[in-house]
């Protein structure tokens, strides 16, 4: 499968924490994260593949948002789903849509097994997003987020103009579901997404601005990157970490704010381009303890407030 993450991402966020839920317990901090005059509100990312236990997790941990990780698509699960996220008040705000096939998260393996760039997989990984999509409508998901791979910055590679061509039927589908594609970010520089954004042209496409990944794909500086993306944001990750000083390797990511990311410049752009979204904490430190989550959302409030 792929790996590292996305079909686990619960694991290295919201698992092993029932000391720190009693305490959010005891001091009534749950609830909507809404803070300052930006109006931010906090998410987190979960997987929803057992969704009353994942998703209690979720509200225990005191947010009100979160973005979706799900093995596999069933009506069962999304009926499941569905009732569950109105019992715990949360609002879905994206489904991570990956798979199948291997994924290798470097700079040397990673073109040729991430996404639809590569023509390995291309078509399963092309029926898993339908796939999405539909599970999308279903369940009343806005919008579809992946790594849709190493995008080439050659628009006349003739990889770019397959993952182009075999984009523009995904995307109309989605729209015509009423469902938003998002792009992460990170895996090439900004003016290329914005190119195949363009190029595609479903009008539906948006970002899911990972400030980290531009980082340690050593990609772009992210304060300079939403110059360039700014105005098609429609997710974002809090999440940090450092260049890449080994040219087959991704940089590291490190515990927010350790890294390159400079949230508050990145916030207050965010605002001034009425950002719509939510901000998502993402931690894929396998050996971060668990209060991690909790100390960053204080720490992504206090920049909030003070915009």
């Given amino acids: 499968m792929i790996g590292r993450r996305k079909f686990i991402y619960s694991a290295a966020i919201i698992t092993g924490m029932p000391g720190i839920l009693s305490t959010m317990a005891n001091n009534n901090i749950s609830g909507i994260q809404k803070a300052g005059t930006a109006g931010f509100e ?5 997987s929803a593949n057992n969704p009353e236990e994942d998703l209690k997790k979720v509200r225990d941990l005191g947010f009100s948002a979160c973005q979706l990780s799900i093995e596999s698509y069933s009506s069962g699960l999304a009926d499941r789903l569905v009732k569950t996220l109105d019992n715990y008040k949360i609002k879905p705000t994206a489904l991570i849509c990956m798979g199948p096939g291997v994924y290798k998260w470097n700079l040397v393996e990673g073109p040729s097994t991430i996404g639809l760039v590569p023509r390995e ?7 898993r997003l339908y796939e999405g999509i539909d599970f999308c409508k279903t369940t009343g998901i806005p919008s ?15 990889l770019y103009i397959e993952f182009i061509e075999t984009m523009k039927p995904i995307g109309a589908y989605a729209l015509k579901h009423g469902i938003d594609i998002l792009f992460e970010t990170g895996q090439e520089t900004p003016v290329t997404l914005l190119r195949a954004i363009t190029d595609i042209g479903t009008g539906n496409l948006f970002v899911n601005y990972d400030p980290a990944n531009l980082v340690m794909y050593g990609k772009a500086n992210p304060s300079d990157g939403l110059k ?8 974002f990750h809090a999440k940090d970490g450092t260049y890449p ?5 991704l940089g590291k990511e490190v515990p927010i704010p350790e890294g390159e990311v400079d949230f508050p410049a990145i916030f207050a752009t965010l605002k001034q381009l009425n950002y719509p979204g939510t901000i998502t904490i993402e931690c894929e430190l396998a050996n971060q303890k668990s209060d991690y989550i909790l100390k960053t959302k204080n720490y992504l409030n206090t920049i909030i407030a003070k915009l």
Avoid: C
């Fill in 42 to 46: 906090l998410g987190v990312i979960s």
């Fill in 228 to 235: 360039v993306i700014g105005q098609y944001v429609r997710g």
């Fill in 245 to 249: 000083v080994n040219p087959n390797e």
């Fill in 121 to 127: 997989m291309r078509a399963e990984r092309v029926k």
């Fill in 144 to 158: 579809l987020h992946a790594h849709f791979g190493f995008i080439p910055e050659n628009p006349k590679d003739i």
